[in-house]
């Protein structure tokens, strides 16, 4: 094989491809990006069997092939190449050498014949989605997918689509649920899929903030495709029932407040001072008379807040984990957030008005 | 004691002393700030015994006094405030309040008379720099004193004058030398002292790059005094007396080239994709008929480059540690730099034709 192509290119598609190398494997052939030049076009290629993203970059073929090579290693020697022409050459032994300017490099490289390919997915119900939209609703609520949860349900996140087009995604640990909704312009059958948080997280760093641009969505029982610009993004789904979200919601409370997004979170900020891995301490809330009272005290200190709010129904002093606030309050963007409570031990409910999000924070016995 | 600050001007001047506050001590109160207002103006001081910082902040003594608090704590705390006022309000048991907008905060704290004042310096003798000047010869040499070095001298920096007015700085580990060359000013009687690393890292950072304010300086037998805006910092010096560079510098040499640096540097760096901790190889240098050829093989691959040279004198084939060349380039201003070899084993030299800068660079035998 022997392709030439601009630096900028070849570095930007060896990024994109990058998110699906593994960190730790002990299958050499998964920390390599395939590079294929077999079929009139060139295409870069990484699989850790669980996510496999391809991109197609431009050059030219000068003489049609593939070869597979360490993929950090190609990533650093590429960034560290003059902003110029690339010559990727292969010889009958799978080896590589990459001349750019001066320099001539002999790079780690292995058969491209060992590589496995993407799954074939069928493509046949494809939903779209604008890109921003869909990097808007994963840091949303990929905060809230589960991390070394023994339920394997809860690393992933739920994509659903029920009534035509209504379009929910829904993430929850032992604490809390993230619930995000939006209405899709066309209508689809409706289906159900939970996609890993790690394939969310990587596709969420490669997707643009374009509006105008769709990122097309194919899911079939085991997998979902994602394709965008240049690239196609293949994942196992994971496998199960995903748990009755709308169980965990009531419509009934006993305490509403409309707050001020900011001054909380910079309050609940500031309390985290006082909680240590040693000293678990909760944040202390006390609603009442239109204002918030927000309390902690621990070994180090204490600190004593009191923000004013639009209040309706009882008084209620509840306990929370700050960091489990904070978190939430961050992918709000509006400016003023309103919290439902129902006693001291049911979950808070943050949520706008029409519902396009729902957040349940679990409290802290105190 | 009771004062009232801007949380801008008391962020600011934390972060000045923060940087003497050890990063592990058995000692509480050397993590601790002195907030003291005893003498009609607030100054704050951290000090590790080896290097301290005073800075006084503008603000409103209502009660005069002093105050230990917990430096990372308390900025971490200022740096959470709203952008306001802030009261800070001491009880006869030395707690501490912060009051900010609606928040209360009670701070861990100390006696402020546990803490220990900077050591009294004689300011006989004032050497002035420009902040900017003193950043700069920082820069360019503090990247080879010597760290963990059992000979304590090679963790410090000679500050040296001669000749009245000329100003030299030197450091050095057991594979480099750097050499930075200043005319002062002023006239001077001639001095040496030795300044701990770790004191030029800090104080680089809290000077400013700017080129009409001078930094004092003021040398005693052991310590060095300099101050600066509204920060004065005090610094032990390390006893002994510092390795003779001069024998170490050959006016002689057989080959000269005169190179490009950022095309060098980019080689280099290039270069060490493929040294590993567990494989360390030599970048070898063939410098031949107005060519450096930079090679280097590993078991990772190998780099071959060639790079056209101004040279003057005989062939060489030399090898050297990439990264030690890169650490010299880096800080090297010049467009070309030259470089003078007298054979494989000697140490390469880097300087321009004023000697303003001399780098020595120990090769490696191959």
Known sequence: MKIICN??????AINIVLKAIPTNTTMPILNCILIDASFGEITLTANNMELGIKTVMSGEIVTPGKIAIEAKFLADLVRKLPENEITLETDDN???????????IDVPSKEGADFSYL??????????????????????????IGINESNKILTGELFEISDNNKFKVVSLDRFRASIRKITLADDYAPMKSIIPGKTLNEISKIISDDTDNDVKMYFTRNHVLMEFDETTVVSRLIEGEFMDVNQMISKMYNTKVNINRKELLEAMDRSTLFVKESDIRPVILTIKDGTININIESTTGKMNENLSVEMEGQDIKIGFNPKLMIDTLRVIDDETVSLYFINAIAPCTIKNDNEDYIYLVTPINF
């Open 119 to 144: 799954p074939d997915v069928e493509k046949d119900n494809c939903v779209a989605i604008s890109h921003f939209t869909l990097k808007e609703i994963i840091r949303q609520t990929a905060f809230s």
């Open 94 to 104: 799978f080896s590589t050498k990459i001349t750019s300017e001066n320099s001539v």
């Open 7 to 12: 630096k900028n290119d070849f570095s930007k």
